[in-house]
């Protein structure tokens, strides 16, 4: 009996090898890659493995005209942010962090073919732009996030770096994102599919949250502060300004509604991290949100700052990003 036994375990080992040298994983080693521990991407559309091709209609890229695991296979940081030519800019200034040269050219736009989207790409880094606002950044994060599936991406960090509005804090300071919450100051993002109402949880990674306001504590003179931040719909009314072409409220109605966020945690006001954070948890990819503020909006509502100060903020989170993608190299 115990030989028979063992005969067994023989066969099914030798299956196991088999299948593993013909590139199959055995039913009893699976696991599904978004659970805890994993670092590949996962994609949660039961659709999505029956495309024969993939076309990224808004980066002009796809799976019959590109090889995403040749172009993208060694990405391990994704760095998003509103602009083009911030992005640009973020992709030279990370290039020299790293040591990367320069082509002859400059660093191509690999989205060069629409103007829907700008992505350049240093080494392991890959700089995108995402529009204003979460429809335009929704969309780009549908075609990023098959993108590193496609190429087989593993251990990847996307983090939006942007501006935003402080709330008691004071300008030039940088926000880590512990939650995104709406305008209600709920972590959650409400979304209408098929006619009705999914809310998403839009809590961030901490580990990853800790890490960067650690890297923030080496960067001189410039106050590094976690905490969370809400994301709106505009930039006018749903952020309680006064100053847009229409209003409904007043001054002190305005000001109640500053404080009780301030009350509920939150230190600055933007309108992209709900949709970050929402996506980066339905699909296993660690998230982050790293803000400059431009003003504390307690005292203001226009953005007043001269243009040489206004980019010497924007530089900013770039400067935190270089800290902390260069201590995750070393690690290595």
């Excluded at 780009?140 to 935003?164: D, F, P, Q, W, Y």
Aim: glycine share 10%; hydrophobic share 40%; net charge positive.
């Amino acid at each position: 009996m115990a030989k028979a036994s063992r005969s067994g375990l023989g066969g099914l080992f030798l299956l196991c090898l088999l299948l593993l040298c013909l590139g199959a994983q055995p039913v009893c080693r699976r696991r599904p890659a978004w659970l805890p521990g994993e670092s590949s991407v996962h994609i949660p559309n039961p659709h999505f493995e029956k495309m024969k091709e993939d076309i990224l209609y808004h980066f002009a890229l796809g799976t019959g005209t590109h090889d995403f695991p040749v172009l993208f296979g060694d990405v391990k940081f994704v760095c998003i942010g509103g602009s083009p030519s911030r992005m640009k800019a973020f992709n030279s200034y990370i290039a020299e962090q790293l040591g990367i040269a320069s082509p002859s050219n400059g660093f191509p736009n690999i989205c060069a073919a629409t103007d829907r989207y700008a992505m350049y790409k240093a080494g392991p880094v890959l700089s995108v732009s995402h529009g204003i606002g979460m429809p335009s950044a929704a969309i780009m994060l549908h075609e990023l996030i098959k993108l590193l599936h496609h190429s087989k991406c593993s251990n990847v960090a996307i983090i939006r770096l942007g501006t935003s509005g402080g709330i008691g804090i004071e300008p030039g300071s940088l926000v880590i994102t512990r939650q995104s919450v709406d305008a209600t100051f709920k972590p959650q993002l409400e979304q209408v599919i098929l006619g009705k109402s999914v809310f998403r949880s839009t809590v961030l990674d901490k580990e990853l949250a800790e890490e960067l306001v650690e890297c923030g504590k080496e960067l001189k003179q410039i106050s590094t502060f976690m905490g969370n931040t809400m994301c709106t719909l505009d930039f006018y009314e749903g952020q309680a300004r006064l100053d847009g072409a229409i209003c409904s409220f007043t001054n002190e109605e305005k000001m109640n509604y500053l404080k009780a966020a301030y009350e509920a945690g939150v230190r600055n006001i933007e309108m992209e991290s709900s949709v970050v954070a929402a996506m980066c948890n339905l699909t296993g990819v660690k998230g982050a949100v790293v803000c400059v503020t431009l003003l504390n909006r307690l005292q203001g509502d226009q953005i007043t700052c001269s243009p040489r100060v206004l980019e010497e903020f924007e530089s900013r989170p770039q400067k935190l990003l270089g800290v902390f993608i260069k201590k995750r190299l070393r690690k290595k």
